[in-house]
């Protein structure tokens, strides 16, 4: 049975309603609706309400129940304490997020830092300062973000909110930047480049936009759902890198020359190394991206040779026919 419905101000449901949920790990909307003696549409306009006051609110389904929570417990969060170690490893991370020098995320992971300094006896801090310059990451080829930071605030208030956006995408063969309703996912790292993960609506799929083709962003009110099990991995598990194409079966010889900086690393999840009498190696996966792998194998020059499949070995054959052409005219 029901509760009564309360006679008070919205004022005051709304500061029941969030006690209600920092209280609780989750709260789902039938408690909500039995707790504060309102209807389903006003404790939804009660939610929004809360979100729009700048609470982190957020949802999930477990089981068969969506419940809600703040992605913080504000007063429920203990003080967070670091051994030595643990400090010596962060600052040494520190130097790796260079990568968004000019952004929000370096700006906070500057705050981060000088909040840690504050509490830290100066020659504890002054140690640390120097530990941090052991590792001098090199990103050759990096991107510069810090003229995106205006956007990336934004993506990062929509993938904190899940709240759905509409970007403006510069597409490199139209004139003009494209429309998409996009719902944010994930933010994706790779080779010195950031990406969004997310579903665009408008070409009812997932799809994966370089953040220095987003000619602008606008936060939507609509909030979204993260699809039940979501991992972002799954994305890429057959990819070679960040494009999304039909898995092919790949073989790559190295010469003996090389051999030791390969059979030492991981290309692909799926990899499989040989090491042949004469020192070189056969290197052998299964994933998708032609360009990828082809600008991959080329990169080796003549220490590598594409023995499968067929169709690519070919596309290289042909590439590396070009390259020759253009070197062997001095003119």
């Given at each position: 049975m029901?509760?009564?419905?309360?006679?008070?101000?919205?004022?005051?449901?709304?500061?029941?309603?969030?006690?209600?949920?920092?209280?609780?790990?989750?709260?789902?909307?039938?408690?909500l609706v039995e707790e504060t003696g309102v209807n389903l549409r006003t404790v939804h306009r009660d939610l929004n309400a809360i979100s729009d006051a700048g609470?982190?609110?957020?949802?999930?389904?477990?089981?068969?129940?969506?419940?809600?929570?703040?992605?913080?417990?504000?007063?429920?969060?203990?003080?967070?304490?670091?051994?030595?170690?643990?400090?010596?490893?962060?600052?040494?991370?520190?130097?790796?997020?260079?990568?968004?020098?000019?952004?929000?995320?370096?700006?906070?992971?500057?705050?981060?830092?000088?909040?840690?300094?504050?509490?830290?006896?100066?020659?504890?801090?002054?140690?640390?300062?120097?530990?941090?310059?052991?590792?001098?990451?090199?990103?050759?080829?990096?991107?510069?973000?810090?003229?995106?930071?205006?956007?990336?605030?934004?993506?990062?208030?929509?993938?904190?909110?899940?709240?759905?956006?509409?970007?403006?995408?510069?597409?490199?063969a139209n004139k003009k930047p494209e429309l998409y309703l996009v719902d944010p996912y994930s933010f994706i790292f790779y080779k010195g480049g950031l990406y969004l993960l997310g579903y665009a609506h408008n070409r009812l799929a997932v799809r994966t936009f370089a953040v220095e083709r987003i000619a602008s962003v606008q936060v939507e009110k609509v909030r979204f759902d993260l699809p039940e099990g979501y991992e972002p991995e799954e994305r890429f598990k057959n990819s070679f890198g960040i494009v999304n194409?039909?898995?092919?079966?790949?073989?790559v010889r190295f010469s003996a020359a090389i051999a030791h900086s390969i059979g030492a690393r991981i290309w692909h999840p799926t990899q499989k190394v040989s090491r042949l009498e004469d020192g070189s190696v056969e290197l052998g996966f299964t994933a998708g991206g032609r360009m990828e792998i082809v600008s991959w194998v080329l990169s080796y020059g003549s220490h590598a040779e594409l023995l499968a499949p067929p169709e690519l070995r070919q596309e290289l054959a042909e590439t590396a026919a070009s390259m020759a052409a253009k070197y062997s005219n001095r003119s």
């Open positions: 029901s509760k009564p419905a309360k006679k008070y101000s919205q004022a005051a449901r709304l500061h029941d309603t969030i006690r209600l949920i920092e209280s609780r790990h989750g709260v789902s909307l039938d408690e609470y982190p609110l957020t949802s999930e389904w477990v089981g068969d129940r969506k419940l809600y929570r703040f992605i913080t417990g504000f007063k429920d969060v203990p003080p967070v304490s670091f051994s030595l170690q643990e400090l010596v490893t962060l600052y040494f991370l520190r130097s790796h997020l260079d990568l968004l020098q000019g952004t929000p995320f370096h700006d906070d992971l500057t705050t981060i830092f000088r909040k840690i300094n504050s509490v830290l006896p100066p020659r504890y801090g002054a140690h640390l300062e120097r530990i941090s310059r052991i590792s001098l990451p090199l990103l050759q080829g990096r991107r510069d973000y810090s003229k995106a930071a205006a956007l990336l605030t934004e993506l990062r208030q929509a993938l904190l909110f899940q709240q759905r956006v509409t970007i403006k995408y510069r597409v490199p194409e039909a898995p092919m079966h790949v073989r």
